[in-house]
């Protein structure tokens, strides 16, 4: 295999979901057929994500993205030794790839239109929710009552705002914003104004309230309204429940993410994700209660979803395949 096919596979396996966008998976091709994936411990959310749940989540599906990418182009992946340690990469997986008759994952086709839509979704309508409770399935549970969405919701600004009331929590997220279309790394990594579907003004905005400005703003109780997004979950098609094994690790949980996501984008459904409604113990364990999660798994994620509006969609922020290459 040549070197430019193995970069194309990694470029494609980079366009994979991470949290707050930081891409943290590092690839390095190995012998004549190999790929090495090692985690860049920079990129970790030392606040946000102390146990590396969502960094392997976000490892988890950009393996599941080369998985895809191989089969593709007629190649499968096989385990292979992982990496040994070094300084500033922490080593994840090895594999081999390897010739396969087998049929691409009809999933694949998929990845290049799969993103984050964060604005509001288009009225549902019966033919909508009907749509989103065909998603069931034994990794997610869906939710589509509108009295029930609009609990989650508030309990999913509730769930955002603990979260956000931590200076260093706002602090690490802030420093993962791009505000401007003049921050060198916009279209790079991170979460910028157009991905997070915010105009000029209120990008202005965020950046006051999540900085300096929040302790004014929440004496005078405007903090929490001005950052609720409940509305969003109350007036989407339905939420989707991601629930596995309580005990797999999210490196292994990560790849069935990207699956499920995929499946959503394959239906024609925009989707964001709710990640409050799974770090928040207490909103988790709602969530799984309304949504009927049977026991011994747990609540990994959630998203909103719903049909896009016709428009543009947001550009995709990713790292040059330089950064990601070791
Ligand atoms: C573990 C994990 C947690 C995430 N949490 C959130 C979240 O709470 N809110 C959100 O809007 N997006 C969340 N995302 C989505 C990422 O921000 C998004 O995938 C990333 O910015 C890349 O953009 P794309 O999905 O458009 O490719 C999460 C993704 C992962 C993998």
Redesign the pocket.
């Known amino acids: 295999m040549s070197q430019v096919d193995r970069e194309a596979l990694v470029a494609e396996a980079m366009?994979a979901?991470?949290?707050?966008?930081v891409q943290p998976a590092r690839w390095r091709l190995a012998g004549a057929d190999g790929l090495q994936l090692f985690e860049d411990p920079g990129c970790r959310l030392t606040v946000g994500d102390p146990g590396g749940n969502?960094a392997g989540?976000?490892l988890g599906?950009a393996a599941e993205g080369l998985r895809l990418a191989a089969g593709r182009v007629g190649l499968v992946l096989v385990p292979a030794e992982p990496p040994a340690a070094e300084p500033g990469l922490r080593p994840v997986a090895g594999y081999r790839l390897v010739p396969s008759e087998e049929a691409p994952d009809p999933l694949a086709s998929h990845v290049e239109a799969?993103?984050?839509w964060?604005g509001t979704f288009a009225k549902p309508g019966a033919a909508d929710r009907e749509a989103v409770s065909a998603l069931a399935c034994e990794n997610a549970a869906v939710l589509v009552d509108p009295e029930v969405l609009g609990g989650l919701a508030r309990r999913f600004d509730r769930a955002s705002f603990g979260f956000m009331h931590d200076r260093d929590f706002r602090g690490e997220l802030l420093s993962w914003m791009r505000l401007t279309p003049r921050h060198p790394r916009w279209s790079r990594d991170g979460?910028n104004a157009e991905?997070m579907a915010m105009g000029r003004v209120e990008a202005w905005g965020a950046g006051l309230l999540l900085g300096r400005s929040f302790a004014a703003f929440d004496r005078i109780g405007l903090a929490r309204p001005l950052l609720a997004e409940g509305a969003k979950v109350a007036s989407a098609a339905g939420l989707v429940v991601f629930h596995r094994p309580s005990d797999e690790a999210p490196f292994d949980s990560g790849a069935h993410?990207y699956r499920l996501w995929l499946r959503l984008e394959a239906a024609d459904f925009g989707a964001?994700?709710?990640?409050?409604l799974a770090d928040d113990r207490e909103a988790a364990a709602e969530v799984a209660r309304i949504a009927g999660v049977p026991g011994g798994r747990r609540v990994v994620?959630a998203f909103r979803i719903g049909r896009r509006p016709a428009g543009a969609m947001p550009e995709?922020a990713r790292r040059p395949i330089g950064e990601v290459l070791v």
């Open positions: 366009l979901p991470s949290v707050h966008n969502d989540i976000s599906a799969r993103r984050s964060r979460l991905a993410f964001a994700v709710l990640a409050a994620s995709r």
